[in-house]
């Protein structure tokens, strides 16, 4: 498998320090979020990309990896707030933050793995552009799950979809990254 797992690590530990930072400046203001604010967040993170990516310009000076690290902290915080629920204010430690991000951190490579094994590492022959596709995709899905109020016939739920939309940013920053 390469070194898909370290690959993985390195990235999460570049998301998890900003996440980090960011706790230590803003507080866990995100905990006021509802799954739906959350999701779409994530869309205009994932819709920007989409637009750098087919104007070939950015105007704003943040590119591409920063709304890809953004998909993956805000995947992460959407995960924890379907377990906890939102709270009317900013309840949480930033010890408590950091343990249920890493927690959901490591079940995202977890399911990786998984995954990477039953599929043997077709992400890596896969375009930056179609993880943005289907993380948009994972967001349309996500906003008609919430629609139906959580709930679904034979499909994967709310948390599936931040999973995958989680690892495919995780993808896309190896990509990025490492330049594969």
Sequence with gaps: MKDT??????VIA????LFAKKLHDYGAAWRIMRPSSLTDQI???AN??????TKGVAMVDEG????????????????????????????????RALELYDRY???????M????????EAWRGMRISSYTDLILMKIYRTKQIEGHDGETLVS?????NYMDMINYSVFGLIKLEFGE
């Excluded at 920007?48 to 990516?53: A, D, G, L, T, V």
């Excluded at 994967?156 to 599936?160: K, Q, W």
């Design 64 to 95: 591409i990896r920063s709304e890809f690290i953004a998909i993956v902290n805000y995947g992460i915080i959407g995960l924890i707030q379907l377990e906890l629920g939102y709270a009317e204010t900013d309840d949480m430690t930033e010890a």
């Design 113 to 120: 793995l998984a995954k990477n094994h039953d599929y043997g």
């Design 43 to 45: 869309f205009i993170k």
């Design 105 to 111: 951190a490591k079940q995202a490579m977890e399911l």
């Design 14 to 17: 570049i998301c998890r320090d």
């Design 156 to 160: 994967e739920g709310i948390d599936a």
């Design 5 to 10: 797992k370290q690959q993985f690590e390195h």
């Design 48 to 53: 920007r990309i989409r637009s750098i990516e």
